[in-house]
């Protein structure tokens, strides 16, 4: 195999995984959360849709974690997530819901 076909055939293969991560919202939830560095949270935790109470985000949709991942510097749990639209690809965002 050429060194230009195998280069189209490595981008092309990048543009299908970031594809398929970002095609729908809980996808886009579990890869923000798998490279986050919580594997087993983004595979094994259920996502739950809910309405946002703040103010500012009033009508939006958030998601939230059932079984969320602890972060180890603040023992915090990372439960609540906003997820964006841009174009035709979701991208998630961590959010406190306060």
Not at 16 to 23: D, Y
Not at 67 to 96: R, S
């Amino acid at each position: 195999m050429k060194k230009g076909k195998l280069s189209v055939l490595t981008v092309a293969i990048i543009v299908i995984f970031f594809v398929m991560l970002h095609s729908n919202p809980t996808t886009a939830l579990r890869t923000k959360v798998f490279f986050m560095g919580y594997p087993k949270a983004a595979f094994t935790s259920e996502i739950v849709e809910y309405e946002f109470v703040n103010l500012h985000d009033k009508g939006n949709k958030g998601y939230l974690f059932t079984e969320p991942p602890m972060e180890k510097a603040t023992q915090g749990y990372l439960d609540t997530y906003q997820v964006k639209k841009f174009g035709v690809f979701y991208f998630a965002e961590f959010i406190k819901d306060v």
